[in-house]
């Protein structure tokens, strides 16, 4: 079996076309059960006994995130999404504040740097919004942040960032990097890029539940207090057991071939949807991502668009408006992330109905 078949078949079937893994994938049959085993669990033996019993599971989901990331001996902690990553991470710094990010970087990553009284100056990028490398170790010499703030991948462009070159940087000017993989990971390769931190969402590529996130961070780069505050925080542990079979599946899978099929799904996607109905594809078409922006035609609101595609024809996608990556972003746009199942058919569907809305 193919691996799109494997995927399509391991979850239940989707009514219509879903697009839209970006904001969040589609959950499997076994990770939805993970989830409602352990509820059941909870109300027959009492909450904290069965939190004691899945220990092994959330272990096992810990470990893999160890491998996926390549951070064998991180200290690795559940969190609510991304953003709540990003909030302990700051909360947590006595440093100066002063972070480095791309200027594509997501709007309410801005935001909460902002909250926690950062200082944000941005990194050189080409027109695509790419890091810079040649211009970076001036950039970073001229006046050292104490921190960089990377995205591997945004949420408004499919641009597959230089992270190892970022951390390369970082590691020769001695300055911590967090990256945030929301979008990265499970998608493409964040292991192995030496960040003191690095964390991501449950719901997006991993294809586990919403609300559950993950934080891994190099021995030492958080406080004890920190860490034994999150420990102790309230958890969905029953959503955490299912994240973790979500990223046990996607092993399984084999992260590299699921990188592959991605990176073929982007170009398929990009190269069917260029100049439909005048809409302009913002990616190279071999960009190694599945994420595909598509810029409207003059007069034409991305939007309506978004709605009626559901409304109208059962294709769900992402609008993108400018407080996505208010830095970067010079019109609203849609976004086409289809997961490894998406079919020629699915893609013909899509080009049909872009063409039917657009009018
Ligand atoms: C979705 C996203 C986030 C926020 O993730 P949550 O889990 O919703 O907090 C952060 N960064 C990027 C690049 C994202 O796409």
Same mark, same amino acid.
């Given at each position: 079996?193919?691996?799109?078949?494997?995927?399509?078949?391991?979850?239940? @079937? #989707?009514?219509?076309?879903?697009?839209?893994?970006?904001?969040?994938?589609?959950?499997?049959?076994?990770?939805?059960?993970?989830?409602?085993?352990?509820?059941?669990?909870? #109300?027959?033996?009492?909450?904290?006994?069965?939190?004691?019993?899945?220990?092994?599971?959330?272990?096992?989901?810990?470990?893999?995130?160890? /491998?996926?990331?390549?951070?064998?001996?991180?200290?690795?902690?559940?969190?609510?999404?991304?953003?709540?990553?990003?909030?302990?991470?700051?909360?947590?710094?006595?440093?100066?504040?002063?972070?480095?990010?791309l200027?594509?970087?997501?709007?309410?990553?801005?935001?909460?740097? $902002?909250?926690?009284?950062?200082?944000?100056?941005?990194l050189p990028v080409d027109?695509?919004?790419r890091l810079d490398v040649n211009a970076l170790g001036?950039a970073l010499?001229?006046?050292?942040?104490?921190?960089v703030?990377f995205?591997v991948?945004?949420?408004?462009?499919?641009v597959v960032q230089p992270v190892h070159d970022m951390a390369t940087a970082c590691h020769g000017h001695?300055i911590?990097l967090?990256v945030?993989?929301?979008?990265?990971?499970?998608?493409?390769d964040?292991?192995g890029i030496g960040a003191?931190?690095?964390?991501?969402?449950?719901?997006?590529?991993?294809?586990?539940?919403?609300?559950?996130?993950?934080? /891994?961070?190099?021995?030492?780069?958080?406080?004890?207090?920190?860490?034994?505050?999150?420990?102790?925080?309230?958890?969905?542990?029953? $959503?955490?057991?299912?994240?973790?079979?979500?990223?046990?599946?996607?092993?399984?899978?084999?992260?590299?071939?699921?990188?592959?099929?991605?990176?073929?799904?982007?170009?398929?996607?990009?190269?069917?949807?260029?100049?439909?109905?005048?809409?302009?594809?913002?990616?190279?078409?071999?960009?190694?991502?599945?994420?595909?922006?598509?810029? @409207? @035609?003059?007069?034409?609101?991305?939007?309506?668009?978004?709605?009626?595609?559901? #409304?109208?024809?059962?294709?769900?996608?992402?609008?993108?408006?400018?407080?996505?990556?208010?830095?970067?972003?010079?019109?609203?746009?849609?976004?086409?992330?289809?997961?490894?199942?998406?079919?020629?058919?699915?893609?013909?569907?899509?080009?049909? $109905?872009?063409?039917?809305?657009?009018?």
């Amino acid at each position: 079996m193919s691996l799109a078949e494997q995927w399509r078949v391991a979850r239940p @079937p #989707a009514a219509g076309v879903h697009v839209d893994s970006a904001a969040c994938s589609r959950q499997s049959f076994a990770t939805i059960e993970a989830s409602a085993a352990h509820a059941r669990h909870e #109300a027959e033996v009492g909450g904290y006994i069965a939190a004691q019993a899945a220990a092994p599971a959330l272990d096992a989901g810990r470990a893999a995130v160890r /491998a996926l990331t390549g951070m064998p001996d991180a200290g690795v902690s559940f969190t609510t999404g991304s953003n709540h990553a990003l909030d302990i991470l700051l909360d947590d710094w006595t440093g100066e504040r002063t972070v480095a990010c791309l200027p594509g970087e997501f709007g309410p990553n801005l935001a909460i740097m $902002a909250r926690h009284g950062f200082d944000i100056r941005m990194l050189p990028v080409d027109e695509y919004g790419r890091l810079d490398v040649n211009a970076l170790g001036a950039a970073l010499a001229h006046d050292p942040p104490a921190l960089v703030h990377f995205t591997v991948l945004g949420s408004h462009s499919g641009v597959v960032q230089p992270v190892h070159d970022m951390a390369t940087a970082c590691h020769g000017h001695g300055i911590p990097l967090i990256v945030d993989a929301a979008q990265g990971f499970a998608h493409v390769d964040v292991s192995g890029i030496g960040a003191d931190a690095i964390y991501s969402s449950s719901r997006k590529w991993t294809a586990g539940p919403r609300g559950v996130g993950v934080l /891994a961070t190099r021995p030492g780069f958080l406080s004890d207090s920190m860490r034994e505050r999150i420990g102790h925080a309230e958890a969905n542990v029953g $959503a955490h057991v299912g994240f973790s079979v979500a990223i046990g599946e996607h092993i399984a899978a084999g992260p590299a071939a699921v990188q592959a099929r991605l990176r073929d799904v982007g170009a398929t996607t990009r190269s069917t949807l260029s100049g439909v109905a005048g809409w302009r594809v913002l990616e190279h078409v071999d960009e190694p991502s599945a994420i595909t922006t598509l810029q @409207p @035609p003059d007069g034409v609101d991305a939007q309506e668009v978004r709605a009626r595609l559901i #409304a109208e024809h059962a294709i769900v996608t992402t609008y993108l408006g400018m407080e996505r990556a208010p830095r970067a972003m010079a019109h609203p746009a849609l976004r086409i992330s289809p997961h490894v199942d998406v079919t020629e058919d699915d893609l013909a569907a899509i080009a049909q $109905a872009l063409t039917a809305v657009s009018r």
